[in-house]
């Protein structure tokens, strides 16, 4: 999973269009892009689309972005959408791993009515659209085992702050948005999750998308979202690892393998030790190649 795409889920044309992408992801949403008054048509339009794709093979995943837990209509966006199956559901305004926990178990249950496998919808949860939220990402740690990654979000928190902009002059995020990047990466990879790194709205500005994902990616985020399918080639060539890499990466498991009760081991004149390897795991996971 490197590009994960919003796709409004009441237009059957932006959605065709969207299984054309290339994105690892399609994030059907129910939420931000549907009108409350459109979301009952949008929740149909949701679950034929999902059935076409699937009929379609595409290749993609498939994940609903719900309304949230306080608003009333989540109950109703997985009764439409979980007998179509999708692979998972994004959870937005998560305020902490209690709400990945309910919702875990209101999929339990219609993946029990639906004669889904047990487990086998996912969770991504958006983590930082509420102030609440920042102080609470060290509690996805065993939340779900459905749990795949945790995301943040600039807008809503900017809302919630009451914040006159998220962004400075030069395009950078202010304190307050640096600080919820680097907790939901924190949180992440204290949850064994995903970190994905949230949308770059500026879609025309391609070079902008491309600096922002090498930071990104640079940090440790393994994935970013987007908002446009022209954004999508440039998530997956700088999240997708260079041959170079993955390369590096082999032949660091491969030292570790030669010497596997060592805590250090020499690779090209140098010392490496467990971190290491860890993160070399990670590039080959993230890669789909074989150690």
Known sequence: MRSLLFVPGDSPTKI???AGSGADVLLLDL???V???AKAAARETLRAAIADLRAERTGCRLFVRVNALDTGLIDADLDAVMPAAPDGIMLPKSVSGVDVQHVA???AVREAECGLPDGGTRIIAIATETAAALFNLGTYRGAS???EGLTWGAEDLSADLGAETNRTETGDYTDPYRLARALTLAGAA???ALAIDTVFTAYRDADGLRRECEAARRDGFGAKMAIHPAQVPIINEVFTPSP???DH???IVAAFAAAPDAGVAGLDGRMIDRPHLRLAERILARAGVER
């Open 190 to 192: 204290a949850a064994e």
């Open 35 to 37: 009108a409350p008054s």
């Open 105 to 107: 178990a209101k999929i």
């Open 244 to 246: 170079e890499a993955v």
């Open 16 to 18: 065709a269009k969207a």
């Open 145 to 147: 085992r459905r749990l």
């Open 249 to 251: 990466a082999r032949r």
């Open 31 to 33: 939420e931000d892009s």
